[in-house]
T-cell receptor, first 111, second 113 residues
Framework: ELKVEQNPLFLSMQEGKNYTIYCNYS?????LYWYRQDPGKSLESLFV?????AVKQEGRLMASLDTKARLSTLHITAAVHDLSATYFC???????????FGKGTRLHILP | GAVVSQHPSWVICKSGTSVKIECRSL??????MFWYRQFPKQSLMLMAT?????????EQGVEKDKFLINHASLTLSTLTVTSAHPEDSSFYIC?????????FGQGTRLTVV
C-alpha cells in the first residue's frame, strides 16, 4: 500500500526566509505532484515531476524529485505572505491514475 | 491544461435526503475518474474510482450503497450521497487524468442539516 509522508505538517515563517517541505513515499511511482490549496478552495496544480532528478521552478517555488530515495522537496525562496496556503504532495499508483495524498503542510508566512 | 468541472459548488440538504454531484471532463475523455473527500483541516482521502461503463471501485471503509457512483459516459461521472447525515458534510472533489496529469474539479461543499 502506497504511503505518502509529508513534513513538516505546519510551518510558520517570516517573510524573506527560505524553507523546504519534504515528501517521502513508500513505493515506486510514475508521477509526483505538488498542489496548493487555499481555504475553501480546490487544488491548484503547482508541479508534476516525472523522472529522477527532475527539477521544476515557478517563481519562488522549486520542486525536485529523487526517485531512488523516494523523496521530493518543495523549496520556498524568500517567502512572501501570498504563499500562505496548504501544500500537498501526491503520488500516483503505478499509472492507474489513482493519486494518494500526503497530509499537507499548512504554511503560514508572517508579514 | 485540461479542465474538470464539478457541479454544484456547494449544496445544503436536509438529513435523510440524497444529493447528486456531477463531475465532467470538458475537453478530454476520461475512462476513469476519482472521487475524494476532504474534512476540515485534513487531507484528501480517496473514496472511489469511477470506471466508465462498469462498477466503481471503492476504497476500504467507504460504503458503496451510501455513495453511489455512475460513470455513464467518457466525460461524466456522478456521485450520489444517499440518505445524507450531518457526518457526511464535507468537501467532495473529483479528478480525471488526461494521460499526462491529473486535473481536479472545483470541489463541492456539502452541508447536511
Amino acid at each position: 500500500e502506497l504511503k505518502v509522508e509529508q513534513n513538516p505538517l505546519f510551518l510558520s515563517m517570516q517573510e524573506g526566509k527560505n524553507y523546504t517541505i519534504y515528501c517521502n513515499y513508500s513505493t515506486t511511482s510514475d508521477r509526483l505532484y505538488w498542489y496548493r490549496q487555499d481555504p475553501g478552495k480546490s487544488l491548484e496544480s503547482l508541479f508534476v515531476l516525472l523522472s529522477n532528478g527532475a527539477v521544476k521552478q515557478e517563481g519562488r517555488l522549486m520542486a525536485s524529485l529523487d526517485t531512488k530515495a523516494r523523496l521530493s522537496t518543495l523549496h520556498i525562496t524568500a517567502a512572501v505572505h501570498d504563499l500562505s496556503a496548504t501544500y500537498f504532495c501526491a503520488v500516483d499508483v503505478n499509472r492507474d491514475d489513482k493519486i494518494i495524498f500526503g497530509k499537507g503542510t499548512r504554511l503560514h508566512i508572517l508579514p | 491544461g485540461a479542465v474538470v468541472s464539478q457541479h454544484p459548488s456547494w449544496v445544503i440538504c436536509k438529513s435523510g435526503t440524497s444529493v447528486k454531484i456531477e463531475c465532467r471532463s470538458l475537453d478530454f475523455q476520461a475512462t476513469t475518474m476519482f472521487w475524494y473527500r476532504q474534512f476540515p483541516k485534513q487531507s484528501l482521502m480517496l473514496m472511489a474510482t469511477s470506471n466508465e461503463g462498469s462498477k466503481a471501485t471503492y476504497e476500504q471503509g467507504v460504503e458503496k450503497d451510501k455513495f453511489l457512483i455512475n460513470h455513464a459516459s467518457l466525460t461524466l461521472s456522478t456521485l450520489t450521497v444517499t440518505s445524507a447525515h450531518p457526518e457526511d458534510s464535507s468537501f467532495y472533489i473529483c479528478s480525471a487524468d488526461d494521460g499526462a496529469e491529473a486535473f481536479f474539479g472545483q470541489g463541492t461543499r456539502l452541508t447536511v442539516v
